[in-house]
């Protein structure tokens, strides 16, 4: 009678083929009750990426092939210059003196492309990083202090307050006093709202990252922040008669010269939340700047190189860290989601590769 081999198991018995049957079914079982969980099939009231962009869409239209959120939006392409200021705060190799590659979009919020410029007076600037040792840093930032939620469930049911009502195709009103009247938190953004107006151009703006975020710097220690670009390209003149206003007026500045920006970074003191996008910290907060961002051109989206980005906020380089702000991790959701589906309809889209294929089979 030969020995069982050190190398292969002795064979199972019967009740040992159940047991092991058992397990493969219990943990397909729980892959599939997990993809259900995250899916929201075994809890359809439950907030999901998918609802999230659902309701984006229910509110603007669809659009395929574009975001659906910051639809109407243009390429840029530069650099940032970091003068080293921030090394003692994070390790991350963008802010080593130095140059490191950018490729941006500003954009304006809503998911209507063929919207006018004037429409809302929100802008929005998302940036690549693309540094040497392969790492990427991505943000988006908006042209705003503070937002007016805190949470995703509030975002989602803001949303819901602002969905077009079939009789007028316009947002009725009864119902956004009612949300804001039952989000209190929202007063700073109101207030904000009150003098807003829309600018008529994109390099004129400040951008805040609105989110907190977190430095780690080479000792490991953690730095809560805030950031904003602050621009320096001077004042803004009328935009006139011309929907697209900001991409003539970015094309007009660009062919006088690059536009750049001052990256600062607020450092948090202890007890400023960074769990609640709606509180503006106290201006006391200690600033530091970073370095200098210079936009050397511009392409239309449909073509340009910020065109399939997903210009994922938690995407990060070692030396920035993700808050506890559960924004965040929405923001991360809802985007992959939106380019997930933009993407899928770009290969359907009359005149691509993929159609033109088709029609010749």
Not at 95 to 107: D, Q
Not at 127 to 143: D, E, H, K, P, Y
Not at 146 to 172: C, I, M, S
């Amino acid at each position: 009678m030969n020995e069982p081999s050190l190398s292969s198991p002795p064979p199972l018995g019967t009740g040992g083929k159940l047991l092991r049957f058992a397990l493969i079914g219990a943990i397909l079982l729980f892959t599939v009750l997990a993809f259900g969980y995250v899916g929201g099939w075994l809890a359809p009231q439950r907030l999901t990426a998918q609802r999230l962009v659902n309701q984006l869409q229910t509110n603007a239209g669809v659009f395929p092939g574009y975001r659906r959120n910051h639809a109407k939006g243009v390429c840029v392409m530069g650099y940032f210059e970091s003068n080293g200021q921030l090394q003692p705060y994070s390790s991350a190799q963008v802010f080593a003196p130095g140059r490191t590659p950018v490729v941006g979009r500003f954009a304006v919020p809503g998911g209507n492309p063929y919207a006018p410029d004037s429409s809302v007076p929100i802008r929005s600037m998302a940036l690549r990083f693309n540094q040497a040792n392969g790492q990427q840093w991505r943000t988006g930032m908006n042209s705003m202090p503070v937002f007016p939620v805190a949470t995703p469930q509030a975002f989602f049911e803001q949303l819901q307050a602002q969905q077009p009502d079939p009789a007028t195709g316009k947002p009725n009103p009864k119902n956004i006093a009612a949300f804001f009247a039952a989000h209190p938190e929202a007063a700073a953004f109101l207030a904000w709202v009150k003098t807003a107006k829309p600018s008529s151009s994109y390099a004129t703006e400040t951008y805040w990252s609105l989110n907190a975020f977190v430095l780690v710097d080479a000792q490991g220690e953690k730095h809560p922040v805030r950031w904003r670009m602050v621009s320096e390209n001077g004042d803004a003149t009328p935009g006139g008669a011309n929907p697209d206003y900001l991409d003539a007026d970015l094309a007009q500045r660009l062919t006088q010269g690059p536009q750049r920006w001052h990256l600062l970074f607020t450092l948090a003191n202890p007890g400023d939340p960074t769990n609640d996008a709606t509180k503006i910290w106290p201006s006391d907060r200690r600033d530091v700047d970073a370095g200098t961002l210079v936009l050397t051109a511009t392409e239309p989206q449909q073509s340009g190189p910020c065109r399939d980005i997903n210009y994922d906020p938690l995407i990060l380089p070692n030396g920035i860290e993700a808050s506890d702000d559960p924004l965040l991790p929405a923001r991360s959701a809802a985007y992959a989601t939106s380019y997930l589906r933009r993407t899928s309809e770009e290969a359907r889209l009359p005149g691509t590769a993929h159609t033109q294929q088709e029609a010749r089979q």
